[in-house]
């Protein structure tokens, strides 16, 4: 891969993690209501589904889920459930709890639920499906996984970036939150936007 292609990717990268999604809005929500430090193991969750999401793409199995209906309606559809469980809880979460800086979600678990947001994306999957091609050069091989894995660290290091800018910039809001019930309001929005995402990802469609 030369310079020039790396970076024409580089900046396909940026506007990939730039783009709203259901990454994003977990990252902004752990920022505001736990402060930038304490949203590390969101952005390291969301890393190692979108990881795995890149390693699936590399190893061709991408391929069978773009091309296989039912796994791409499996996928989806689980998505689309997890992130409206999402809404649900951030909807009932009362905003006492979460002014005491969330004590009652451990790191272990916002890292897990995190992946889980990410891994269950099956339009990141064939979003990638389609862009890794797209950089491949011609040549031996072997070249390719060199080039793949470039491609993939590239992925991951932009996305933590914008991750973290994300969440920094959630957490200035953090000293607006002077009340339960600004809290609850906080959390309703921030459900609401899990329940949006998932209806986007329910009408995406294939092309």
């Known amino acids: 891969m030369t310079f020039g292609v790396w970076l024409t990717f580089l900046l396909a990268a940026c506007l990939v993690s730039l783009s709203p999604g259901a990454g ?4 902004m929500n752990s920022g505001m209501t736990r402060g930038i430090r304490a949203t590390l193991p969101t ?3 969301l890393q190692l589904g979108y990881a795995i999401q890149i390693l699936v793409v590399a190893v061709g199995l991408g391929a069978v889920l773009a091309s296989s209906t039912t796994a791409f309606l499996v996928i989806k559809w689980i998505g689309v459930a997890y992130l409206v469980w999402l809404g649900i809880q951030k909807w009932r979460t009362s905003g006492a709890i979460l ?8 790191p272990h678990r916002q890292f897990w639920q995190s992946a889980l947001v990410n891994l269950t994306n099956p339009k990141a999957t064939v979003f990638l499906v389609a862009l890794f ?5 011609a040549g031996e091989p072997g070249s390719h996984a060199t080039q793949l894995l470039v491609m993939g660290a590239t992925l991951l290091g932009v996305d933590i970036l914008v991750m973290g800018g994300y969440a920094a ?11 339960a019930a600004r809290m609850r309001l906080i959390n309703r929005v921030f459900g609401s936007f899990f329940i949006l995402a998932a209806g986007v990802l329910a009408l ?3 092309t």
Request: net charge positive.
């Open 99 to 106: 002014t005491q800086r969330g004590a009652h979600r451990t």
């Open 133 to 137: 091609p797209q950089f491949l050069s």
């Open 24 to 27: 994003a809005i977990n990252t």
């Open 43 to 45: 952005i390291l969750g």
């Open 204 to 206: 995406y469609r294939r």
């Open 169 to 179: 910039l959630a957490s200035q809001f953090k000293a607006f939150i002077t009340s």
